[in-house]
């Protein structure tokens, strides 16, 4: 019998945690996000641009940080992988880019434009902050 | 079961350090540890000290909340 319903907790709720751990240079604790992804992976086809976005910084952090330490070995468990959930967010960011406001497109790219993996959506993110910026200035 | 309930982050170390299972946690309490877990990432840090109290205290909300997650799925 669950203590509480946890009808009320959205996937936004759990990201906002994610990305606050991560802002606080959290960068270690493969488990704890693998068990807060628990919550998020359901629904992940409901995600926002801006869940989109906070999830991809936060996961290419916590694998830029741990590459460059030489733990990549710590970047998956059992059943979370940080590569593979990248893959997903990225492939449903790339979906849906160009419905994509200027702050979600630069923080993605942001996030990416130095991973040479992702230079492909890079280019099309770059292409969609220019052409948002175009439309702004006409 | 005592019901915590409570938005006081002293009723939740307590909840966190005598185990959790004495306590009932209310959604609007994971929504509290929720945003208490943003609000410590928020605030700003000026000494490696100072962010290693906030990670430490971000950690262990974070620890009760997906403490609570578990047992509701």
């Not at chain 1, 059943?79 to 702050?103: N, P, Y």
């Amino acid at each position: 019998m669950p203590r509480t319903s946890w009808k009320d907790v959205k996937p936004r709720h759990v990201t906002e945690i994610i990305y606050s751990l991560v802002k606080l240079k959290e960068y270690e604790n493969i488990e704890m996000y693998s068990d807060l992804f628990e919550h998020i992976r359901p629904h992940i086809n409901k995600l926002n641009n801006q869940d989109i976005s906070m999830l991809v910084w936060s996961l290419s952090k916590i694998q830029f940080f741990n590459i460059r330490a030489g733990n990549s070995i710590i970047l998956a468990t059992e059943s979370f992988s940080v590569k593979s959930m990248l893959k997903i967010l990225l492939e449903r960011a790339e979906k849906k880019i160009f419905k994509m406001d200027g702050t979600t497109a630069s923080m993605l790219y942001n996030s990416l434009h130095q991973q040479p993996s992702y230079m492909n959506l890079s280019l099309k993110l770059k292409s969609q902050m220019e052409s948002l910026s175009k439309e702004e200035t006409k | 079961m005592t019901d915590l309930n409570h938005k006081d982050i002293s009723k939740f170390q307590e909840a966190f350090e005598n185990g959790l299972d004495s306590f009932k946690f209310t959604t609007e309490d994971l929504l509290t540890l929720k945003v208490m877990i943003h609000s410590t990432a928020k605030v700003k840090v000026k000494e490696e000290h100072d962010l290693k109290v906030n990670r430490d205290f971000a950690l262990k909300l974070a620890r009760i909340y997906i403490g609570i997650g578990k047992d509701a799925f």
